[in-house]
């Protein structure tokens, strides 16, 4: 989908399939809007009059064959208070509007950008919620059933009389991207394990490179890895006959001497537990465990296509993680790259495992800061439900812009404590730690874990166990937390839509 800023002095005259028009609760049209309704002999103003629509937040209402307009069809579409508005509010109400449009015969669809928006949701960003959330609901999982076609035929969205702004053109490119990249991030993850294997991960991020002439990928198989004495990551794929793979994805987008942020995303292409097998029921959702490694590739995309000032690096580890005689054992030992011993004391506990060497592999790039993002703990949906990733951090100016990112976005995320007496919880009598804890709190004890490996650098943890897939009911990948990440990357940027 391509979106672009128009100005016209006459909007009924405007051409194009749908024509969307935002109306607050007041129900009071704009001039703009006034000279559709003057076009077509006040049959906008009939239906404002009627309880067909209210102008409730999200509430669209689509009326077709309306005199005097070049228009196939109008939406209006509800933002409900004005004064009530917030980020929040707004895109669940994009997410309704995406719904009804896209559906929509024809491949034009315009929303009118002149009505004024209050200071808490300046109009650039939501211009820019406008164009992600509609670009992300183009989007049909149709990879494995061909006979689903996508019906969606939208390939131009115009946002129509908004001001002609830098930041405003900004915002809609921005939100197409971003949209985009969260689409990648969703067929990653929707993508069966017998498809999307840690090979396929590295295909993706090889793509990237081709695609971007600002990206760099390099790709380290098993060989290499035990050259750098990776062994806790070369522990979880042991069992598999998919060889692991650690992936790095280098966007060279600002000054060479400039250093990089680094994003680091969990790549189990599946997770059966290994020998602590898993229970049958819902094993089929472990496809989706490499869902941090598709948030990285998907925001990598989104960020180049945005061709942001700034250098960032994906790094990938990511294997497969299945019993056989070859798996690792509860109560193997292995020696991380770092030189610490690890007690495998419950192979399901692989996350942590393959994280650990990657984050410090990663010190090799005196990062500015690192971000890992990993469906890492069923407890983190415990904690939390499907609404908010779990954030742990050594840095608080870190875990404070993220957290703004999340909100700034409707992606959200809270934070939870990375005290030292969670630390004490994994002590073992065999290793330098255990890689489970007992005493509950497995989120924040998994994060201790983590936190043993990135003393060099600030560095935050996203616990997305809960938000990756499965929101609001649903059987997909959500893309999350893409529009979190792109978020604090624009913001890093200093190039957000304000
Ligand atoms: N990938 C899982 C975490 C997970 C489980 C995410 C369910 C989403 C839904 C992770 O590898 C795992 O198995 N974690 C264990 C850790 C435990 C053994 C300490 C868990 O959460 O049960
Ligand atoms: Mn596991
Ligand atoms: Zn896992």
Redesign the pocket.
């Known amino acids: 989908m391509r979106a672009t800023l128009k100005s016209t002095t006459d909007l009924a005259t405007f051409a194009c399939d749908t024509l969307v028009i935002p109306v607050y609760e007041d129900l009071k049209l704009n001039s703009d809007s006034r000279a559709i309704d003057k076009a077509s002999q006040k049959q906008l103003a009939k239906i404002l009059a009627s309880d067909d629509f209210n102008g409730h937040s999200g509430e669209t209402v689509t009326l077709r064959g309306i005199a005097g307009t070049a228009a196939n069809r109008i939406v209006l579409w509800g933002l409900g208070d004005k004064d009530k508005l917030s980020r929040q509010a707004l895109v669940k109400a994009c997410d309704s509007l995406a719904k009804a449009v896209t559906g929509l015969p024809g491949k034009h669809c315009a929303v009118l950008g002149s009505l004024k928006t209050i200071k808490a949701v300046p109009t650039s960003w939501a211009l820019q919620q406008i164009a992600a959330r509609i670009a992300r609901t183009t989007y049909l999982y149709t990879t494995t059933k061909p006979s689903k076609k996508n019906p969606v035929t939208l390939a131009r969205l115009s946002i129509v009389n908004a001001d002609s702004t830098a930041a405003n053109r900004q915002a809609i490119t921005q939100g197409v991207a971003i949209g985009q990249g969260i689409n990648i991030a969703r067929e990653l993850g929707n993508l069966p394990g017998n498809i999307c294997t840690p090979k396929y991960l590295s295909s993706q991020a090889r793509k990237l490179a081709r695609q971007h002439t600002a990206i760099k990928t390099t790709v380290l198989g098993e060989k290499q890895m035990q050259a750098l004495s990776m062994d806790s990551l070369l522990s979880v794929g042991h069992g598999s006959v998919e060889e692991s793979q650690l992936m790095v994805i280098n966007y060279q987008g600002g000054k060479k001497s400039q250093k990089p942020h680094v994003l680091v995303g969990k790549g ?1 292409t599946f ?1 059966s ?1 290994g020998i ?1 097998l ?1 229970p049958g029921a819902r094993m089929d ?2 496809k ?2 490499m869902c941090g490694a598709a948030s990285v590739i998907g925001t990598l995309s989104a960020i180049a296509e945005m061709k942001l000032p700034l250098n960032v690096i994906g790094v990938i580890p990511a294997a497969e993680n299945m019993p056989s005689s070859r798996a690792t054992k509860p109560g193997d030992v292995v020696t991380s790259m770092s030189g610490k011993t690890i007690e495998v004391l ?1 192979t ?4 942590r495992l393959v994280l650990c060497d990657a984050l410090t592999y990663v010190e090799r790039f005196k990062p500015e800061s690192v971000v890992d993002i990993a ?5 983190c ?1 415990m904690a939390l439900g499907h609404h908010a990733s779990g954030l742990l951090s050594n840095d608080d100016d870190l875990a404070n812009s993220l957290l703004a990112a999340g909100t700034d976005s409707a992606d959200r995320a809270w934070q939870l404590p990375l005290w030292d007496v969670y630390k004490k919880q994994l002590s073992s009598p065999f290793a330098d730690l255990g890689n ?1 804890a007992a005493g509950g709190a ?1 989120t924040i004890t ?1 994060a201790c874990f983590l936190s043993e490996f990135t003393e060099k650098y600030r560095w935050a943890h996203l616990d997305i ?2 938000t990756a897939w499965g929101q609001a009911g649903g059987k997909g990948a959500s893309g999350r937390p893409v529009g979190l990440l792109c978020q604090y990357l624009i913001s890093l940027a200093g190039k957000a839509a304000v």
């Open positions: 189990i997770d537990g602590s898993k959702e472990m989706f465990d419950n399901d506990a692989e996350g469906t890492l703990t069923g407890a949906i489970i497995g998994a166990a809960g």
